[in-house]
């Protein structure tokens, strides 16, 4: 088509970095938001604004076609669909969309699948005027009593960290930002170890909260300082062990705490090897190892 309007030019102002003692040139470094996910520099937004004006252009043609094969694939989905029931405790936990909704609804059923139904989280409700919204890791405690739920309100991939009072339904006053949006509970069902993320929204460290206390007075128990390792937080299937996994795409190491010890210092379970990659797991008393240590695709 060569009546397409131009596409808006980004100006070229070079920055240079040194790495390695290597001189590397970026001019479009000022493209980036030093206070990002909030973009307040006039001259950024102005751009962007420019290319989606352009883009709104280039495609308004084609507007009745996109909204045909929209209509299309929209008519191919099942959308008021509910998730298989999940079984915890005496609960009986899902997740249902309801027609014509963006986000699910999730609920809970006490005793009996097909029993009385208890909303635990609305996301249409809670994504409401927002630009934005993603919810993150939904856990409750080991009596339910308490929900520890994850929400990034901007893009950033930076979740808050919330808690719920299941019984009432009202949050608590706890919140704990820059988090990786994924909680594991100890035993006891008051601590909350989780995963925060360093500039560069790398998961770097794990650290250890306690109910009713304010995120600044949260302990760390794990750091990775190696940029290219990321950590991860899990417990095992018979839920007796919280685990910390650590590795990149070849190298991998996993340290473990008793779930009913909250205080309890995480302990190398498998030491870091190059090349080698781990996954722990506890059950009937024993820890179970997956490793590549022998052979590419694994052993017991």
């Known amino acids: 088509m060569t009546d397409r309007p131009a596409p808006p030019v980004a100006a070229e102002k070079p920055v240079e970095t040194i ?39 280039v495609m308004a043609p084609l507007a009745s076609l996109a909204e045909t094969l929209f209509a299309e694939m929209r008519g191919r989905i099942k959308e008021d669909e509910s998730s ?11 997740r249902k969309f309801e027609q014509g909704a963006q986000y699910p609804w999730h609920g809970r059923r006490r005793g009996a699948i097909d029993g009385p139904v208890e909303t635990i989280l609305d996301e249409v409700a ?11 890791g939904v856990e409750p405690n080991r009596d339910q009593s308490l929900l520890a739920y994850a929400v990034d309100e901007d893009g950033s991939e930076r ?54 206390t304010a995120a600044a007075e949260d302990s760390c128990v794990n750091e990775e300082k190696d940029p290219g390792f990321w950590l991860g937080i899990g417990e095992t299937s018979d839920r007796t062990q919280i685990v910390i996994a650590v590795g990149d795409k070849e190298t991998s190491a996993v340290s473990i ?20 990659q781990v ?20 052993r017991l």
């Open 257 to 276: 705490a008793p779930a009913d010890q909250p205080d309890a210092p995480f302990v190398a379970a498998i030491p870091r090897f190059p090349g080698r």
């Open 279 to 298: 996954e722990v797991d506890h059950a009937h008393g024993w820890f179970y190892v997956k490793t590549d240590d022998r052979h590419r695709n694994f």
């Open 84 to 94: 298989v029931p999940v079984r915890r405790g005496d609960w009986w936990w899902f």
């Open 19 to 57: 790495v390695h003692g290597e001189t590397l040139v970026d001019p479009y470094a000022w493209l980036r938001d030093p206070a990002y996910p909030t973009v307040e520099d006039r001259e950024i937004l102005a751009y962007l604004e420019a290319e989606n004006a352009h883009h709104d252009a």
């Open 159 to 212: 979740y808050e960290l919330r808690f719920r009072d299941l019984a009432t339904g009202e949050d608590l006053a706890d919140a704990i930002p820059n988090t990786q949006g994924a909680a594991v509970w100890s035993a006891d069902g008051r601590t909350v170890f989780y995963a925060r993320l360093d500039e560069n929204l790398r998961p770097s460290s794990v650290w250890r909260h306690r109910i009713g």
């Open 126 to 136: 809670m994504a409401e005027g927002k630009a934005y919204f993603d919810l993150g």
